[in-house]
């Protein structure tokens, strides 16, 4: 009976280069639905306890959920490993067109497995499947190797992702290049890639992806789209995208400036949709499936830049690219962020480590190469450390490719004390004086610093009601209740897989209904927080057995002990007080012990105490499993 | 004499979302797959541009043209071209000589399938969230 999977997961073995399927468990669908719960699961009985990101034994996965490739509007795939820049779980969410095509060649997510001895990508098609040779290739930009694999494979229309220089470096925040403005961005799954020597995997496929009850999957469709186009927030990113959060956030005191010195930036709306209408807007682009069309497509047409086709500018790299390095011509923030593309680094991280380093440089930690200003503002420094990073040819860029908190930890002395990470993860633009629910949602994301897996600032700053009323911004209490109930929620409808911009419009209503007529399941309205819940606990449980414990439960030091020193929020910082009230009502909503472990009870009542394992045969057949796997050199 | 309709495609305003392919091949096969659907969408200049093709309902229509079996004719009530799958032979010849590829034999169907504009409402049309697809009625039917 059709129920929107594809029945199957493909594995692809780099080091045999042998690949065959794998039927989805029924109880894997029942408990964890798909995307991120196939994700947390798979990676936890996947990767032995203590593996290295970078070595073999590491598992990198693209998951698809029940409604991806559907109708449902405004869903997208995720990528899952354990990470080489925090060392604990990572997912990292992309929308565009591959994910989809990861169902339309017959297949819920691929798991990729081992080390290619050379240079190699994966081409699949529909059953077909080819480990073939990516030397020719090695040392691309992501970009232009999106564009050899398909002229390789004379398959204009497959789906590639690929990986740049970066990933090739195994710099430790290099990304996923999903085809164009679209990236698997964040914790360096595309350094997990490189250390694989997997340089793209391209998919096309003809296979149908059907639902239990097409008519009432329409409905449920039809009054989701009505849902966002009801909505203020979409109607926002349908015009402008994320770049209208710029002036937002900076009135609301939440932009970082200067590696986060300051919250505030007075030419914040240079980098803003004003700025970016006037010199970026052309027209607009969707994802697959996307009623929304965030992404605004346009070009710098004039300056030293021009001309250059651009993605809009979206609010997280105008933040940590622009304003937190103090360059506000959006046209070479542009250039900057298109730069991180085609290398294949995250933009997000980069613009923390050039913040980090703008300030080190300042501070005399760190001395600058001759003849090269590194300070801030210096968009030629930008440049040049951007190079540095992505090709690992000097000894800063070696330094810097490690990350902030790693980066601190080897220079020394103060360095830490300007090092805005959480458990590794560089923190997003959103910076927290001022709204300690938010700086709590850093403290306990799975990944690390993440502002996607519970968005407090909409309550503290952005008027967003709980329960009906007004939340306090600087007060503690009820903090880690709201922020519980958007982490598991969201988690939960990470498993379709949502975009975070589709739920700023389809309500839970919808989203049940569309998951029920695709899926033939009957669930109540609770269903997605009780499956979130799940999931947060057995991420949790990952991060436990690798290592993590509540001590890094915690802000930067930046955060916690330098009172702002202006805008809306002037004189404050979240103390070390302020984390420890928080933190302990967190693990006490979470059912945690005050260490942040999971109690037997609470696994007991998520139904994780069984500890049923996931297991992929080790030695497979691929002719008795109907796939045929051809090898090529 | 009937009034033809046809699907104007307005290509400024696509966004390559391919919700009309989504809605295309789910009433057309019954499940999702744009690769199957019956209107095209060719995304270029990195993402700069999309151009949805459908089938213009021609005139002197090559795919009717070239039937060995006539089994491609005008609905008289739309003015589309119609594939009647009980006469089509699967010979693939309509694909051949259609100048912009949206005719041809499915993979799992075996018979050759085109845009019949739904009767008159074209899915397609109604699943664009932009206006890029919209339903224009056109002069009276040259039969060539």
């Excluded at chain 1, 990508?121 to 398909?150: C, H, P």
């Excluded at chain 1, 609301?252 to 980098?271: E, K, M, S």
């Excluded at chain 2, 797959?33 to 002197?60: K, S």
Aim: neutral net charge.
């Amino acid at each position: 009976m059709a129920d929107g999977s594809m029945g199957q997961f493909l594995v692809a073995d780099l080091t045999s280069r042998k690949a065959w399927t794998l039927p989805l468990p029924q109880w894997l669908k029942d408990d964890f639905v798909g995307g991120k719960g196939f994700g947390a699961k798979l990676l936890y009985d996947l990767t032995p306890a203590g593996a290295d990101p970078l070595g073999p034994e590491n598992v990198i996965m693209f998951m698809a959920g029940p409604l991806t490739a559907t109708a449902a509007p405004a869903m997208r795939a995720c990528v899952i490993t354990k990470s080489p820049l925090t060392g604990i779980y990572l997912d990292s969410f992309f929308g565009g067109r591959f994910g989809p095509e990861i169902k339309f060649a017959g297949y819920d997510g691929l798991i990729i497995l081992g080390r290619a001895t050379r240079p190699t990508y994966v081409w699949i098609s529909d059953d077909q499947v080819e480990f073939r040779s990516a030397e020719g290739m090695w040392g691309t930009d992501a970009l232009a190797a999106n564009d050899r694999v398909k002229k390789d494979l004379d398959a204009p229309e497959a789906r590639v992702v690929t990986i740049g220089q970066a990933g090739e470096n195994r710099v430790k925040f290099a990304l996923i290049s999903c085809e164009f403005n679209r990236q698997a961005g964040r914790g360096g799954a595309g350094a997990v890639m490189g250390s694989k020597n997997l340089k793209a995997i391209a998919i096309s496929g003809s296979r149908l992806v059907k639902v239990n009850d097409p008519a009432a999957f329409h409905e449920a469709c039809d009054a989701a789209g009505a849902d966002i186009r009801a909505s203020q927030t979409c109607a926002a990113l349908t015009d402008s995208g994320t770049s209208n959060a710029v002036p937002w956030s900076n009135s609301v005191g939440t932009l970082p400036f200067r590696n986060y010195f300051d919250q505030v930036d007075d030419q914040a709306d240079r980098l803003g949709d004003e700025g970016q209408k006037k010199h970026l807007f052309l027209g607009k682009a969707a994802c697959f499936g996307c009623p929304i069309r965030c992404s605004q497509m346009g070009a710098v047409r004039s300056g030293k830049y021009a001309p250059m086709i651009t993605d809009i500018v979206e609010y997280e790299s105008a933040a940590l690219m622009g304003s937190n390095i103090d360059i506000h011509d959006v046209r070479a923030v542009a250039h900057l962020v298109k730069l991180c593309d085609a290398y294949g680094l995250d933009s997000m991280s980069t613009g923390g480590v050039i913040g980090f380093a703008f300030e080190a440089v300042e501070k005399g930690i760190i001395d600058p190469p001759p003849g090269v200003k590194l300070s801030f503002g210096s968009v030629a420094g930008a440049e040049y450390l951007i190079d540095a990073i992505a090709m690992q040819n000097s000894d800063l860029g070696r330094l810097l490719g490690l990350g902030v908190r790693r980066a601190a930890a080897r220079l020394g002395g103060d360095a830490e004390a300007f090092a805005l990470h959480v458990k590794g993860l560089e923190v997003p633009g959103w910076a927290p004086r001022g709204t300690p629910g938010m700086g709590l949602a850093y403290m306990t994301a799975d990944r690390g610093a993440c502002h996607q897996r519970g968005f407090m600032v909409a309550y503290e700053v952005g008027g967003k009601e709980f329960r009906g009323k007004p939340v306090d911004t600087y007060g503690l209490v009820q903090k880690a209740e709201i922020l519980k109930g958007e982490q598991d929620y969201l988690a939960g409808l990470d498993t379709l897989v949502k975009c975070d911009f589709g739920a700023f419009g389809v309500t839970s209503k919808s989203y049940v209904r569309m998951f029920q007529a695709a899926t033939g399941r009957s669930v109540d309205a609770r269903f997605f927080d009780i499956l979130g819940e799940r999931i947060w606990n057995q991420t949790r449980l990952f991060n436990l057995r690798e290592g993590l414990t509540a001590r890094e439960d915690r802000l930067p030091r930046r955060i916690v002990s330098e009172p702002l020193p202006s805008g809306p929020h002037k004189g404050r910082r979240i103390s070390e007080a302020d984390m420890a009230v928080m933190l302990a009502d967190y693990y006490q909503q979470r059912g945690w012990d005050k260490n942040g472990h999971p109690t037997e009870g609470k696994l007991q009542s998520l139904n994780l105490d069984k500890r049923i394992r996931f297991t992929i045969t080790p030695k497979p057949i691929p002719d008795q499993i109907g796939i045929s796997t051809r090898l090529r050199d | 004499m009937a009034e033809k309709y046809f699907i104007k495609t307005n290509f400024d305003l696509c966004t390559g979302c391919c919700l009309c392919q989504l809605a295309c091949s789910m009433r057309l096969l019954g499940g999702y797959n744009p690769h199957r659907a019956l209107l095209r969408i060719e995304h270029a200049g990195e993402n700069l541009y999309h151009f949805p093709t459908v089938c213009n309902q021609c005139a002197n229509p090559y795919c009717a043209n070239v039937c060995p079996v006539q089994a491609i004719r005008r609905d008289p009530a739309t003015g589309a071209m119609v594939v009647d799958h009980e006469q089509c032979v699967a010979c693939n010849l309509c694909h051949r000589y259609c100048p912009i590829g949206v005719v041809g034999v499915d993979v799992e169907l075996k018979k050759s399938v085109k845009c019949d504009l739904c009767d008159g409402a074209p899915r397609c049309v109604a699943a664009c969230p932009t206006g890029a697809l919209e339903l224009a009625v056109g002069g009276e039917v040259n039969h060539g």
